[in-house]
C-alpha cells in the first residue's frame, strides 16, 4: 500500500500568498491553491478544511509577520504610549503590498458574513480591548483607531496616499498624544 503524501500547509500558505499578490484575493480557491500545488482539490481541501479557514490561516501568518515588525519598534518598553508609537511606526512603514493583501482577505471574509477571529484578538490585544479611563489612555486610544482608519483607506478602499503625505498623517497622529 502506498503511503499518501503529507500535506505541507505551510507550503500551501506560500502558494496561497502568491494567487493573491498575483491575482487578487477573489482568486483565491481550493481549486487555484490545488493547481498551483500540483495536487488534487480535495487533498487543499483536506488541509484547510473551508476557505474561510484558509483566509484565516494567511491572516495569522500575516499578522505573525506584523508583529515581528511591531517589535523592531516597541523593544522592551511595553508602557502604553511606547506601544502605541510603535504600532503608529509600524502601520507607517508596513508593506503595502501585505496591508492590501490583509485589507483584501478580511474584505472577503466580511462579504460571506465571517469576521476573523485571528484580527479580533490581535486588534483585543493591540488596543487594550479599547480599554479608556483617563484623558491620555482616550487620546492615545484615538490615535489608534486614527491610525487603522489611515490604513483601511489606503489598502481597503483604495485611496492614493504617497509615501509623504503618509509620513505627514502619522505625524499628525503621533502629535496628537504629545
Not at 56 to 78: P, W
Not at 111 to 138: F, H, P, Q
Request: a negative charge.
Amino acid at each position: 500500500m502506498v503511503r499518501p503524501r503529507s500535506i505541507d500547509r505551510e507550503k500551501l500558505l506560500d502558494f496561497a500568498e502568491h494567487i493573491v499578490a498575483r491575482d487578487g484575493a477573489a482568486a483565491l480557491s481550493f481549486g487555484a491553491l490545488a493547481d498551483a500545488a500540483s495536487l488534487s482539490k480535495a487533498s487543499v481541501q483536506t488541509a484547510f478544511g473551508s476557505r474561510e479557514a484558509l483566509i484565516e490561516a494567511l491572516l495569522s501568518r500575516s499578522m505573525k509577520r506584523e508583529a515581528e515588525h511591531y517589535q523592531t519598534f516597541l523593544g522592551t518598553d511595553v508602557r502604553p504610549i511606547s506601544r502605541l508609537k510603535a504600532h503608529l511606526r509600524a502601520t507607517q512603514t508596513e508593506n503595502e503590498s501585505a496591508g492590501r493583501t490583509v485589507s483584501a482577505l478580511l474584505a472577503i471574509l466580511a462579504s460571506t458574513g465571517n469576521a476573523s477571529t485571528v484580527m479580533k484578538d490581535w486588534y483585543r490585544v493591540r488596543l487594550n480591548d479599547l480599554e479608556a479611563d483617563d484623558l491620555s489612555s482616550r487620546k492615545q486610544r484615538v490615535a489608534y483607531l486614527a491610525a487603522e482608519g489611515a490604513f483601511l483607506l489606503r489598502n481597503l478602499v483604495g485611496m492614493e496616499i504617497d509615501d509623504d503625505k503618509w509620513a505627514s498623517i502619522f505625524r499628525d497622529i503621533e502629535s496628537a498624544v504629545d
